[in-house]
């Protein structure tokens, strides 16, 4: 009995790398970068609904798991349940992908209990990930040239992030928290022909992977990295950028009840919200801080924080102008982001003006090279 229990677990490994190979392969074999990534797509979930085809499901022992699909995964005492079947951490590969709550996915999902609730994270090779970046971030019916440049600069920032966390659970979020992705249900032929045109290409900086930052529009000029994270970096100073302009995004209005932001803002301690003015602006044209007008006094808050307090999709760029008037705070605003690195609605027009990916990467990154993940290894 024990030797065919040890026949079942090294078939069950055999069977499990072999459908890894297959997911990996289709539909895109020819990437030349054996790079693996692996990104958190759901975290602290009470459950999750897990489907495929030819799913097979392992524990941390690499013991199968009998599956009966569609199949609830859900936390059990720090465990893993899944089915009848339970483990610390259970690993799950299909021939084709795997779907979790009807989101599909290429490649091996983990799952682990981790902060009291289901930790889910996708491990698959970077280049295949690159092509589901792709629709999450941009648009693939956008130009070709704005397309490769995305593709790099997604690598780049995986990469940086792989090496910067290689200790910990993941690498990535798959959210605006590091950069979007919503696994292969996104893919098309020109996300693909992106990566693919792109392969296993990388900014480097001295030799060294640089902080690939982006955003999706920087209003006419891009954000020194000292003025939003307080390290300034060589390469992420600011550059005009009247390219993103033509882009609806570049230009915003927003008004807010003075009550909605005193809520938001109840963590910091500010009760009693008056006014709202603008402090100074800093180098590039962004404010540097806002004057919160209380009852009880005036708290001068940084913009970078303030804007993510609020929301950074509802105060989209620290650029903007306030006033108040009668209960109401009125934003005018222009860009979409913290405004560092690439504006990716720049990129587009400049691709549509016919400059290439590598013209644009040097543009928004000034001094950097573009190099190959085998020639920094």
Wanted: hydrophobic share 35%; net charge positive.
């Amino acid at each position: 009995m024990k030797n065919l229990m040890c026949s079942v677990i090294a078939l069950t490994v055999l069977l499990m790398n072999v459908l890894l190979t297959t997911a990996a392969a289709e539909p895109y074999q020819y990437s030349s970068s054996q790079e693996q990534i692996r990104v958190a797509i759901l975290k602290a979930a009470d459950s999750v609904t897990l489907d495929g085809d030819g799913l097979l499901a392992t524990d941390e022992n690499s013991r199968p798991i009998p599956l009966e699909l569609p199949v609830t995964v859900k936390n059990d005492r720090g465990r893993v349940l899944i089915g009848s079947g339970s483990g610390r951490i259970v690993r799950v590969a299909g021939a084709g992908v795997v779907r979790i709550n009807n989101k599909s996915y290429r490649g091996l999902l983990e799952f682990s209990i981790q902060s009291g609730g289901l930790l889910v994270v996708n491990e698959l090779p970077l280049e295949q990930y690159l092509v589901g970046v792709i629709n999450s971030e941009i648009s693939s019916t956008w130009p070709m040239e704005s397309i490769k440049t995305q593709a790099v600069i997604a690598r780049t920032y995986a990469v940086a992030k792989k090496r910067e966390r290689q200790k910990a659970y993941y690498h990535l979020e798959s959210t605006v928290m590091d950069q979007a992705y919503d696994g292969s249900d996104l893919e098309d032929s020109r996300a693909a022909r992106g990566v693919h045109e792109t392969d296993g290409e990388v900014l480097t900086y001295n030799g060294k992977v640089i902080q690939a930052f982006y955003h999706a529009n920087s209003g006419g000029r891009t954000e020194a990295s000292q003025n939003v994270w307080g390290v300034g970096l060589p390469y992420l100073q600011g550059v005009e950028c009247q390219y993103g302009l033509t882009s609806p995004t570049s230009r915003w209005e927003l008004t807010l009840p003075l009550s909605r932001i005193e809520a938001a803002l109840k963590a910091h301690k500010i009760s009693g919200l008056t006014d709202i003015t603008a402090g100074p602006r800093n180098n590039r044209g962004r404010l540097k801080t806002v004057q919160l007008v209380t009852e009880r006094g005036t708290v001068s808050m940084p913009t970078t924080r303030f804007r993510m307090t609020i929301g950074s999709t509802v105060i989209r760029s620290t650029d903007f102008t306030v006033r108040v008037e009668n209960g109401n705070a009125f934003f005018s605003g222009a860009g979409y982001g913290h405004g560092v690195g690439l504006c990716q609605y720049g990129a587009k027009q400049r691709a549509l003006d016919g400059f290439t990916y590598t013209e644009i990467l040097s543009y928004y990154y000034p001094g950097t090279k573009l190099s190959t993940l085998s020639d920094i290894k």
